[in-house]
Nanobody, 123 residues
Framework: QVQLVESGGGLVEAGGSLRLSCAAS????????MTWFRQAPGKEREFVAA????????DYADSLKGRFTISRDNAKNTVYLQMNSLKPEDTAVYYC????????????????WGQGTQVTVST
């Protein structure tokens, strides 16, 4: 069973950047599709970006394309989310999630979750 730990969140001004990391406990990390979700107060958890096991396929929420980049380092058992040109509406708790098999956007398809990291973007 893989355990996930996010880090890298914080407070940033609008227009700034952050890089989130998600470290996995398992050596078979490379067999998991990895995805970032986020959840703002009072809103449902929403898909942000996903990356296939081999990093050959990526998927992004349409509204975030061009600003966010997902990547992974299987040797370090870590997936990253580079966030640029941040906006106040990006404020949320960001979660990484893992599943065996293909990338899917629905959060209910994921078996393993981190505890989340808060990202706050000020005006």
């Amino acid at each position: 069973q893989v355990q996930l730990v996010e880090s890298g969140g914080g407070l940033v001004e609008a227009g700034g950047s952050l890089r989130l990391s998600c470290a996995a406990s398992e050596r078979t990390f490379g067999t998991y599709a990895m995805t970032w979700f986020r959840q703002a107060p009072g809103k449902e958890r929403e898909f942000v970006a996903a990356l296939s096991r081999s990093a050959g396929n990526t998927d992004y929420a349409d509204s975030l394309k061009g600003r966010f980049t997902i990547s992974r380092d299987n040797a370090k058992n870590t997936v990253y989310l580079q966030m640029n040109s941040l906006k106040p509406e990006d404020t949320a708790v960001y979660y990484c999630a893992a599943r065996r098999g293909i990338v899917l956007r629905g959060h209910r398809n994921y078996d393993y979750w981190g505890q989340g990291t808060q990202v706050t973007v000020s005006t």
